[in-house]
């Protein structure tokens, strides 16, 4: 455990024993202790329908999340890794267990006769690698038409007086709309405390469906997504912005030998033939279309596949693409799960820890202020004070600004700062810009003529004040490097 996070945990203890009398701030203590020790949490949110349950299989690999439109899709729902399958719903204390059911081939949990008002969250537990480090939260999509749904959410994630449950985000937008903007500032305000977004990444989905189908949908998603990112970016909502088709996604991590057969099967048919079947979903599954694969199958591809993915799983078939296991890696690829699941890592994974030390002083804080008593503002002194000194989290708000902020420095020395707080993973040869294998000697040299370059930069009389603290930081993390290759 990190000085922050040690520091952090005996702070909640020591505010644990001065609330020892009072029931409802212990909870929320309980609570801030709790999540020191459980993995990350990060929450999809984004408006109705934008794919974030189908997301949600394609990062875990699995079909766990229902995406059809029965009353758990209004619940919060957690994922979280457990040894055998079960659905539980909660409310208050109270709690019921709801069974998992699979009708035409998709998931659904039957929630009885409890509607979505009646349940606070459901909690999943399922064997799944990916939830061993990090519980997933699936949250309602938000809309203007189904207001109380929308603010499901917005108090999941942004509750009054109390911290997010939720230690980083992953929004998705299918295009830039003000209800969008306007939740994301909510948000960001939130996740970071005052001081901004610590971890909200942004994603295009469906990507698959810009280019209305056409083979070169992934590229117009990337320029749409580009042009989000820099306004996103501009007014600090996110960190960063990738286009992801999730259905895509998660049918090529689960891609069948017989699915990849008909992909052959499809391939050998003329161009022409082809891409007049593909017009439309309806029209490819039809009897009278004559292809060489049956029907039913042909409607199962469209379900799990969609037109897009059809036609790049048979372009990628005939451009070579031999066995099944090489298609389901090139489809991931283009699918751009694999770029969100690097995003997420270097964001969220690689910083957990810092994350939700965040999370739990911020929680730990609002706790104490609802209630304050005199024994508790010490407490408060050194919450707010390891707030501001933890460099990690100092590192993250600046990764944050600087997406919205110009420093005034050359190019290349704004990439190198970027690098060396942290921007492109944390590890210090990548920090550093050094190749993964060199030896401490070498790490240790770049980083002290870091600290120096840095310091004197930030010296530097010309600078305005962001540009400057920036260059500060930047020194900070080189001497952050020289202390851990020195504590090894
Ligand atoms: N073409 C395409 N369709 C998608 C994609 N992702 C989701 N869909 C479809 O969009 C519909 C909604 O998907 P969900 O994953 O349930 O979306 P959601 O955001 O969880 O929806 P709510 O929870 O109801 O707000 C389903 O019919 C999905 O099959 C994608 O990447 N491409
Ligand atoms: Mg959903």
């Not at 457990?82 to 035409?104: C, E, K, L």
């Not at 070169?216 to 320029?223: I, P, V, Y």
């Not at 306004?231 to 069948?256: D, H, I, K, N, S």
């Not at 420093?407 to 944390?426: K, N, Q, S, T």
């Amino acid at each position: 455990m990190s000085n922050g996070a040690a520091q952090a945990r005996s702070l909640v203890d020591a505010a644990r024993r001065t609330y020892a009398h009072d029931p409802a701030v212990r909870a929320q203590l309980d609570d801030c202790a709790r999540r020191l020790e459980q993995p990350l949490r990060v929450a999809l949110a984004g408006s109705l329908k934008a794919g974030k349950s189908t997301l949600l299989n394609a990062l875990v690999g699995q079909d766990i999340a229902p995406t059809d439109a029965t009353e758990c899709t209004r619940v919060v729902t957690w994922y979280r890794n457990g040894s055998t399958p079960s659905v539980t719903a909660w409310h208050g204390d109270r709690h019921f267990n709801v069974p998992v059911q699979r009708i035409d081939g998709g998931l659904t949990f039957d929630m009885g006769a409890l509607t979505a008002a009646e349940v606070d969250r459901l909690d999943v537990e399922w064997p799944a690698r990916t939830l061993i480090d990090t519980t997933v939260i699936d949250t309602p999509g938000t809309s203007s038409l189904s207001r109380d749904v929308s603010e499901r959410t917005l108090r999941f994630l942004t509750p009054d007086n109390a911290a997010s449950a939720a230690d980083a985000v992953v929004y998705l937008l299918r295009n830039l709309s003000a209800a969008d903007t306007q939740f994301l500032g909510q948000i960001g305000s939130h996740v970071g405390a005052e001081s901004g977004p610590l971890g909200v990444v942004g994603v295009v989905s469906r990507a698959d469906e810009i280019g209305a189908g056409r083979i070169d949908a992934m590229l117009s998603a990337k320029e749409i997504a580009q042009r989000f990112a820099g306004e996103l970016e501009r007014t600090g909502l996110c960190q960063a912005v990738v286009p992801v088709a999730g259905l895509l996604a998660f049918a090529a991590r689960t891609l069948r030998e017989v699915e990849f057969s008909a992909f052959v099967q499809l391939a050998q048919v003329p161009m022409e033939d082809l891409q007049l079947a593909l017009l439309s979903a309806d029209r490819f599954a039809r009897p009278d279309v004559r292809l060489p694969v049956d029907p039913a199958l042909r409607a199962e591809l469209v379900r799990r596949f969609g037109l897009f993915g059809i036609r790049l799983a048979v372009t990628l078939v005939r451009l070579g693409a031999r066995d099944s296991t090489t298609l389901a890696n090139e489809l991931v690829e283009r699918s751009g799960l694999r770029e969100l699941r690097e995003l997420i890592d270097v964001q969220f994974g690689q910083r957990a820890e810092q994350l939700k030390t965040h999370s739990a002083l911020v929680a730990l804080e609002r706790a104490l202020s609802g209630r304050p008593e005199r024994a508790a503002s010490d407490i408060l002194a050194q919450a707010s004070r390891l707030l501001n000194d933890v460099h990690g989290f100092a590192e993250l708000r600046l990764l944050g600004r600087l997406r919205t902020t110009d420093l005034l420095l050359p190019e290349d020395a704004a990439a190198e700062l970027h690098r060396l707080i942290g921007g492109f993973g944390v590890a210090p040869h990548v920090r550093l810009g050094l190749s993964p294998g060199v030896d401490r000697s070498e790490v240790s040299r770049a980083a002290v003529s870091a600290v120096r370059t840095w310091r004197t930069r930030a010296n530097h009389p010309l600078l305005d004040r962001f540009t400057s603290r920036a260059c500060e930081t930047a020194a900070r993390s080189a001497e952050g490097i020289l202390e851990s290759v020195h504590a090894r």
